[in-house]
């Protein structure tokens, strides 16, 4: 009796976890991770690039639950399986990576605005870490059972991760696929865009890890290029059932075209702009070439310290210990406290 209740309280099966009687769908678990993944990441370059650590998790709070809603919004105007009607159904599926990046970076600017903390900058250090969040997430279509491409007949190509076995039972999912003897084999798309985000993510990684040479944006930029290119090439070979075409349009086709084509006219101007300003495309000829001298953050009373990762961190002094921290809080509150000088007025 005790092991039957254990079983229905904890367990797994081919779609998900269940804890304390509640299924956690692996499609959230990669979500997630890739999330907790990308922030860290965007703090190590926030601190590498002369910025707030901190700020990170500000913005984490933010735009997170905001890319979600941009995310569901987007599947719910665009799927015409789905409808605005059902927007507050999660569960049952349909957030769209587009969606979610449109909604997150339009937060994180709102963010950067009130906190007075320059846009283009703290976007280098996020934005990029987005393809590797994508990467991770698209393992949760292969749990999903979601997001491939044709049949693939040659019986020598069937074998994952080129293919991977679909079953035509609803109620079978990705890992439950392989043991169905009815599966068919379909390209596995959603592995090619995974591997190929992850590449992205590698080179724009390094790239911004290494570059400090104004202007800020180009990182940013970039990552819309990459990742409009990616979502050109592979949504028109997806399955017809994963397409968003609302009203026959092609929506996340439409909107990948976009983001390449603004990308790269968004480099031309950051670069003009740099000219205009500097007399030079990149860095500079009148002035400072880096465009990460400044320390900066969007806390008052947040003082830069020295770091091995900050590419400027030998122009701080040693991170304050313990001790030296807690006589400064003793020092702020003893001047709270301290009676104010009325020069005898009464």
Excluded at 127 to 138: D, E, H, W, Y
Aim: aromatic share 14%; with cysteine.
């Amino acid at each position: 009796m005790t092991s039957s209740l254990l079983a229905v309280e904890f367990g797994a099966n081919e779609r998900g976890i269940i804890l304390f009687g509640f299924e956690i769908y692996y499609y959230a678990i990669c979500i997630v991770c890739g999330m907790i993944l990308a922030a860290v990441l965007s703090a190590l370059l926030m601190k590498r690039r002369n910025m707030s650590v901190d700020f990170i998790f500000l913005l984490f709070v933010v735009c997170i639950p905001t890319a979600i809603i941009g995310a569901r919004l987007f599947s719910c105007l665009t799927d015409p399986n789905l409808g605005i009607g059902r927007f507050f159904d999660f569960r049952d599926g349909g957030l769209s990576i587009t969606g979610g990046v449109i909604g997150g970076v339009l937060a994180g600017f709102v963010v950067c605005l009130i906190k007075k903390v320059n846009f283009l900058r703290a976007a280098d250090c996020v934005v990029i870490n987005i393809l590797i969040a994508q990467s991770l997430g698209r393992w949760g279509n292969f749990f999903n059972a979601e997001v491939y491409g044709g049949v693939v007949e040659n019986p020598s190509l069937q074998w994952f991760p080129f293919a991977v076995p679909i079953s035509p039972d609803p109620y079978t999912y990705g890992i439950g696929s392989f043991s169905d003897p009815s599966s068919t084999w379909h390209y596995a798309f959603f592995f090619y865009e995974s591997v190929i985000n992850l590449i992205g993510w590698a080179i724009l990684f390094t790239f911004t890890w290494f570059r400090k040479s104004k202007p800020n944006g180009i990182s940013t930029c970039l990552y819309f290029v990459w990742y409009g290119t990616v979502r050109s090439i592979m949504e028109p070979l997806r399955d017809p059932e994963f397409i968003l075409n609302a009203g026959g349009v092609p929506w996340s086709l439409v909107f990948s075209l976009l983001m390449v084509g603004l990308g790269i006219c968004a480099i031309l101007v950051l670069m003009i702009l740099n000219f205009r300003k500097e007399k030079a495309f990149i860095g500079s000829r009148v002035g400072d070439p880096c465009a990460i001298t400044e320390y900066m953050t969007p806390y008052k009373d947040d003082k830069p310290y020295y770091s091995k990762i900050n590419m400027f961190g030998d122009k701080y002094p040693p991170k304050p210990t313990k001790e030296e921290l807690k006589r400064e809080k003793e020092r702020r509150e003893a001047e709270k406290h301290k009676p104010r000088d009325d020069g005898g007025r009464q």
